[in-house]
C-alpha cells in the first residue's frame, strides 16, 4: 500500500515507519530537523522495540497520488497540512490518528474520503530521527462519521501486519468524542495542577472534578446526537488506570513552551454546548485556565517555588 504520513512527529513516525518496515510503501512528511536526521541515519525506535528503519522522509508532499494519507500532525496543524497537501487530498482515504474533535470534519471539507481514528499507543521524539515508543496500545479506526468500508478493514489489517493491534468500529465518531470527552477531564486537571495521572485517581476532589467534566462532556454529546460504544466515564477509569504514571500530553506540550490542543478538545465540546442551547461551565473554565496557561508560559506561578 503507498502511504503518505502527513504530519510526521511523534505519532506518525511511528506508524510510519513500523508501516515502512512491513514492507509498505511509505514516504513520512515532516519538518525539520526531524527530516534531516531521518535522511542521514534512518529513523530511530526505541522503547517498546528497539530498530532503524530506512525510509522516505521529505518536507513536501509529492504530487502523485498515494492509497492513503495518515494525518498525524497536532489538531492546531491540520488545516494547514491537508492545504499543503493540495489536490491530491481529493478523493484520496485519509486517516486521523489525532487526538481532538474536528480532524475528520477537515478531511472531508478538502475532498477526503475520512477514516477517524484513535490510538493509545504513546510515542515521544527523544530526539530529531529518534522515537520512543513508550506505551503499547491499541487503535480503534472506522469509516467516518460511522459505517463500514472494506477498505477500512484492509487499513486494519495492514496496521496489524506491521504490529500495530488496530480494531474496527461502525461508530468511531462515538470513540472520538469518548476519547475527547477523557482528555477534556485528565488533560486538563493535570495540566493546570501540573501531576501525573494517577493522582487525579487518588484525590477524592480532583476525581469528583474529572468525573463533572465527563458528564457535562457526555450531555452535550448524547444532545448533539453522538452515541457511545463505550461509556466515557468507565473509559476515564479505565484510562486513569492504564496511564496512572503519565504526565499527559497537554501538560507536555506546556512544558515545552508548546502550544496545547486544548481549542479541539473542550473548546469543541463548548462549541458544540452553544450549537444545541447547553452551557458547558466545567468545559469552558478548565479551556480558560488553560488558554492562560499557555500565554503565561510559566512566568508567574513558577516565581512561587
Ligand atoms: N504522541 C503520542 O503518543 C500520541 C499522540 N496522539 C495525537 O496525535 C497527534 C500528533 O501528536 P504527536 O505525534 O505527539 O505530535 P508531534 O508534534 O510530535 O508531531 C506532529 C508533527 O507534524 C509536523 N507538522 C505540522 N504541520 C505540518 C505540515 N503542514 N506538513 C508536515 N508536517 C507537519 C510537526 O512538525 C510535528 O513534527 C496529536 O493530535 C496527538 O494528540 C494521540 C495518541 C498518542
Ligand atoms: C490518555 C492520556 C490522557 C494519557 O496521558 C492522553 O491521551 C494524553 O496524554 O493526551
Redesign the pocket.
Given at each position: 500500500m503507498k502511504i503518505y504520513v502527513?504530519?510526521?512527529?511523534?505519532?506518525?513516525?511511528?506508524f510510519g515507519g513500523l508501516l515502512a518496515e512491513a514492507g509498505e510503501d511509505v514516504i513520512l512528511?515532516?519538518?525539520e530537523p526531524?527530516v534531516g536526521a531521518i535522511k542521514k541515519k534512518g529513523l530511530i525506535i526505541r522503547g517498546i522495540v528497539d530498530t532503524t528503519v530506512h525510509v522516505e522522509a521529505m518536507?513536501?508532499?509529492p504530487r502523485d497520488r498515494p492509497d492513503l494519507i495518515i494525518l498525524?500532525?497536532?489538531?492546531y496543524?491540520t488545516e494547514?497540512?491537508l492545504?499543503?497537501a493540495g489536490e491530491i487530498v481529493k478523493g484520496t482515504w485519509v486517516l486521523s490518528?489525532?487526538?481532538?474533535i474536528g480532524?475528520e470534519e477537515r478531511i472531508i471539507k478538502f475532498g477526503g474520503r475520512a477514516i477517524g481514528g484513535?490510538?493509545?499507543?504513546?510515542?515521544?521524539?527523544s530526539e530529531p530521527g529518534i522515537i520512543e515508543w513508550?506505551?503499547k496500545?491499541v487503535t480503534v479506526i472506522g469509516l467516518y462519521p460511522q459505517g463500514h468500508d472494506p477498505f477500512v478493514e484492509e487499513v486494519a489489517n495492514t496496521l496489524e501486519r506491521a504490529g500495530l493491534e488496530t480494531h474496527v468500529t461502525e461508530n468511531v465518531q462515538g470513540w472520538i468524542w469518548s476519547k475527547a470527552i477523557v482528555?477534556s477531564a485528565i488533560n486538563t486537571i493535570g495540566t493546570i495542577l501540573e501531576i501525573k495521572n494517577e493522582i487525579i485517581m487518588t484525590n477524592d476532589y480532583l476525581l469528583s472534578i474529572a468525573m463533572e467534566v465527563v458528564k457535562e462532556g457526555c450531555k452535550i454529546a448524547l444532545q448533539n446526537g453522538i452515541e457511545f460504544e463505550v461509556p466515557p466515564m468507565e473509559l476515564l477509569f479505565q484510562t486513569l488506570e492504564q496511564t496512572k504514571e503519565n504526565y499527559n500530553?497537554m501538560l507536555q506540550d506546556i512544558w515545552r513552551g508548546?502550544q496545547t490542543?486544548i481549542d479541539?478538545i473542550n473548546g469543541k465540546i463548548v462549541e458544540y454546548a452553544k450549537a444545541v442551547n447547553l452551557d458547558a461551565p466545567m468545559n469552558t473554565l478548565l479551556w480558560a485556565l488553560v488558554k492562560a496557561k499557555e500565554e503565561l508560559k510559566g512566568n508567574v506561578w513558577r516565581k512561587r517555588k
Open positions: 502527513l504530519g510526521a512527529g511523534a505519532i506518525g513516525s511511528l512528511i515532516g519538518r526531524h518536507t513536501s508532499v498525524s500532525t497536532k489538531a496543524s494547514e497540512a492545504k499543503s490518528i489525532q487526538n481532538g480532524n484513535i490510538t493509545t499507543n504513546g510515542v515521544v521524539m513508550r506505551g496500545g482528555n500530553s508548546k490542543e479541539y
